[in-house]
């Protein structure tokens, strides 16, 4: 079998359950194992991690493999954590060592040197400013789920990152995208082949008006196991609520990013052992966590974008030939609105993203550059390795502002670190552009457990929602807020939305702030 040929030492723990290669990994193998960089673009859940973590570790992981060789960067934590579970048992098979790093999991000790990492972006530019000599031997990346952050400050720092990484073979997956070749420009090189496989099967799509229309055509046509998607934070809870007077309450649970680690956790582990259910989640459960087989997606409201629109139906019904979605819609148009995003993504007019960068991020990567170089950096070094973020005349625009606010030291030929640099560098606030603005950590006021954090916006005696369960607020203390469990239904939910824009926005010269 052609998957036994090429893959003699990894074809059996990754893929030898499935018995053979599928689409997606048949036309991935040859070019990764022949050392191409790819960027591979299939629908969700058509085995992209396996179409690279095989053929990777058999060509970059032989016996007795020491150093780091493979980094593999996804977007969140909670893919991390879900993909530790899932590639433990393979790795572990081949005897190959390995480590995760996020803001969840304390760092592993100094003299580790695994040979696959996996790690988030933020992670991944801490452990280049401490420890930089552990990926000396990377021979390569994969950016995992890379849609999500393209476009978006996060990107923007990823494609610095690649840049201060040695050279190796990049691997890149995402899901289903109007225009891979402008992606594997920006994270590939212009040498990567682009692999663009697996149609989308059909989309058979119901709109209702009721939620109660919604989960008596669930029931109806057998579908249940669902995950229910909604656009907002705040909608999760209010529909787990209304839920309860149609289905039965211990079988909805709930997922968002306000939710305890350890909550989010605890629903993914009782989808994956359920074989009936509803979950009530944002875009956590749009990415590649193992939620086991679905029977259909629900969609509360339209997505804003076709690719979101792909994304979460694809979860749904995998095994099937065609996609069983179920539109449930909130104001006038919206019904339209479903129509469009079935007809666009069946007919694969799929938007293209915007990719302008951001300035700001250049500041970030400026002083997280210098904290890991104590001696400073060569001009001409730090211009190549923010070239895809400004130009020359913008760096010195943005280096003089630095130096005048006394974050950075100016040379001829030079820039090193201020003391205000480094000792941000030491308090760990280089490393993220994500806005640090903080959330408010609810904590149940009887057992003094934190059950999720917000951006809350109530005051005592309100009744909120969170983890589908009703809940008044009793106390509030600093950025703490005290609740405890109600009987009957209510909640103002109010969840902000975050700030917009990086976080070093704030260091930016007056002339580039606006753009």
Same mark, same amino acid.
């Given at each position: 079998?052609?998957?036994?040929?090429?893959?003699?030492?990894?074809?059996?723990?990754?893929?030898?359950?499935?018995?053979?290669?599928?689409?997606?990994?048949?036309?991935?193998?040859?070019?990764?194992?022949?050392?191409?960089?790819? +960027?591979?673009?299939?629908?969700?859940?058509?085995?992209?991690?396996?179409?690279?973590?095989?053929?990777?570790?058999?060509?970059?992981? !032989?016996?007795?493999?020491?150093?780091?060789?493979?980094?593999?960067?996804?977007?969140?934590?909670?893919? &991390?954590?879900?993909?530790?579970?899932?590639? %433990?048992?393979?790795?572990?098979?081949?005897?190959?060592?390995?480590?995760?790093?996020?803001?969840?999991? !304390?760092?592993?000790?100094?003299?580790?040197?695994?040979?696959?990492?996996?790690?988030?972006?933020?992670?991944?530019?801490?452990?280049?400013?401490?420890?930089?000599?552990?990926? @000396?031997?990377?021979?390569?990346?994969?950016?995992?789920?890379?849609?999500? &952050?393209?476009?978006?400050?996060?990107?923007?720092?990823?494609?610095?990152?690649?840049?201060?990484?040695?050279?190796?073979?990049?691997?890149?997956?995402? =899901?289903?995208?109007?225009?891979?070749?402008?992606?594997?420009?920006?994270?590939?090189?212009?040498?990567?082949?682009?692999?663009?496989?697996?149609?989308?099967?059909?989309?058979?799509?119901?709109?209702?008006?009721?939620?109660?229309?919604?989960?008596?055509?669930?029931?109806?046509?057998?579908?249940?196991?669902?995950?229910?998607?909604?656009?907002?934070?705040?909608?999760?809870?209010?529909?787990?609520?209304?839920?309860?007077?149609?289905? !039965?309450?211990?079988?909805?649970?709930?997922?968002?990013?306000?939710?305890?680690?350890?909550?989010?956790?605890?629903?993914?582990?009782?989808?994956?052992?359920?074989?009936?259910?509803?979950?009530?989640?944002?875009?956590?459960?749009?990415? #590649?966590?193992?939620?086991?087989?679905? $029977?259909?997606?629900?969609?509360?409201?339209?997505?804003?974008?076709?690719?979101?629109?792909?994304?979460?139906?694809?979860?749904?019904?995998?095994?099937?030939?065609?996609?069983?979605?179920?539109?449930?819609?909130?104001?006038?148009?919206? =019904?339209?609105?479903?129509?469009?995003?079935?007809?666009?993504?069946? %007919?694969?007019?799929?938007?293209?993203?915007? =990719?302008?960068? $951001?300035?700001?991020?250049?500041?970030?990567?400026?002083?997280?550059?210098?904290?890991?170089?104590?001696? #400073?950096?060569?001009?001409?070094?730090?211009?190549?390795?923010?070239?895809?973020?400004?130009?020359?005349? @913008?760096?010195?625009?943005?280096?003089?502002?630095? =130096?005048?606010?006394?974050?950075?030291?100016?040379?001829?030929?030079?820039?090193?670190?201020?003391?205000?640099?480094?000792?941000?560098?030491?308090?760990?606030?280089?490393?993220?552009?994500?806005?640090?603005?903080?959330?408010?950590?609810?904590?149940?006021?009887?057992?003094?457990?934190?059950?999720?954090?917000?951006?809350?916006?109530?005051?005592?005696?309100?009744?909120?929602? +969170?983890?589908?369960? @009703?809940?008044?607020?009793? #106390?509030?203390?600093?950025?703490?807020?005290?609740?405890?469990?109600?009987?009957?239904?209510?909640?103002?939910?109010?969840?902000?939305?975050?700030?917009?824009?990086?976080?070093?926005?704030?260091?930016?010269?007056?002339?580039?702030?606006?753009?």
């Amino acid at each position: 079998m052609i998957g036994r040929d090429l893959l003699p030492r990894t074809f059996g723990p990754f893929l030898g359950r499935f018995g053979r290669l599928n689409e997606v990994q048949e036309a991935s193998v040859g070019p990764i194992l022949a050392g191409q960089s790819v +960027v591979i673009a299939a629908p969700t859940a058509s085995g992209k991690t396996e179409a690279a973590l095989a053929p990777l570790v058999e060509r970059h992981c !032989p016996p007795g493999v020491d150093g780091l060789r493979i980094v593999y960067v996804v977007p969140t934590r909670a893919l &991390v954590n879900d993909l530790v579970r899932r590639i %433990e048992g393979p790795l572990q098979t081949l005897r190959v060592s390995f480590a995760a790093k996020t803001g969840d999991i !304390p760092a592993f000790k100094i003299t580790e040197r695994p040979a696959v990492l996996l790690t988030t972006p933020e992670s991944l530019d801490s452990l280049l400013c401490r420890r930089p000599a552990l990926f @000396t031997t990377v021979t390569a990346v994969v950016l995992d789920e890379v849609h999500l &952050v393209d476009g978006t400050y996060r990107g923007d720092q990823l494609q610095v990152l690649l840049r201060r990484l040695p050279a190796a073979q990049h691997v890149v997956l995402s =899901a289903t995208i109007g225009a891979p070749e402008a992606l594997a420009q920006r994270y590939a090189g212009p040498e990567a082949v682009v692999i663009r496989v697996g149609e989308s099967r059909p989309i058979e799509l119901e709109i209702h008006e009721r939620l109660e229309d919604v989960v008596a055509a669930l029931r109806k046509s057998g579908r249940i196991k669902v995950l229910w998607f909604c656009n907002k934070r705040a909608d999760v809870e209010t529909v787990s609520q209304e839920l309860r007077a149609f289905w !039965p309450k211990d079988r909805i649970v709930t997922h968002h990013g306000s939710l305890a680690r350890k909550d989010r956790t605890d629903t993914e582990a009782a989808l994956r052992y359920w074989t009936w259910g509803i979950c009530v989640a944002t875009m956590t459960l749009e990415v #590649g966590i193992d939620v086991g087989d679905v $029977d259909a997606v629900v969609l509360q409201g339209p997505p804003n974008t076709v690719s979101a629109f792909l994304q979460r139906i694809g979860r749904g019904g995998r095994r099937e030939a065609s996609i069983a979605a179920f539109g449930l819609c909130l104001e006038e148009g919206d =019904a339209a609105s479903f129509e469009f995003l079935a007809e666009a993504a069946t %007919e694969g007019r799929i938007e293209v993203t915007e =990719a302008e960068p $951001d300035p700001s991020v250049a500041v970030q990567q400026i002083l997280s550059l210098l904290y890991g170089s104590p001696r #400073g950096l060569d001009r001409e070094r730090l211009a190549s390795l923010l070239e895809p973020l400004v130009g020359q005349a @913008t760096l010195a625009l943005i280096l003089d502002h630095l =130096a005048t606010q006394e974050y950075v030291v100016l040379a001829r030929t030079r820039v090193q670190a201020g003391t205000k640099t480094m000792d941000m560098g030491e308090k760990g606030r280089l490393h993220s552009n994500i806005p640090s603005q903080k959330e408010t950590v609810l904590r149940d006021a009887r057992t003094g457990k934190a059950i999720g954090a917000a951006f809350l916006g109530a005051s005592i005696g309100d009744t909120v929602i +969170v983890g589908g369960k @009703t809940r008044r607020v009793v #106390g509030m203390s600093g950025t703490t807020v005290d609740l405890e469990a109600v009987s009957g239904a209510g909640g103002v939910a109010s969840f902000k939305k975050r700030k917009s824009g990086g976080a070093f926005r704030w260091l930016l010269p007056d002339t580039l702030r606006g753009t």
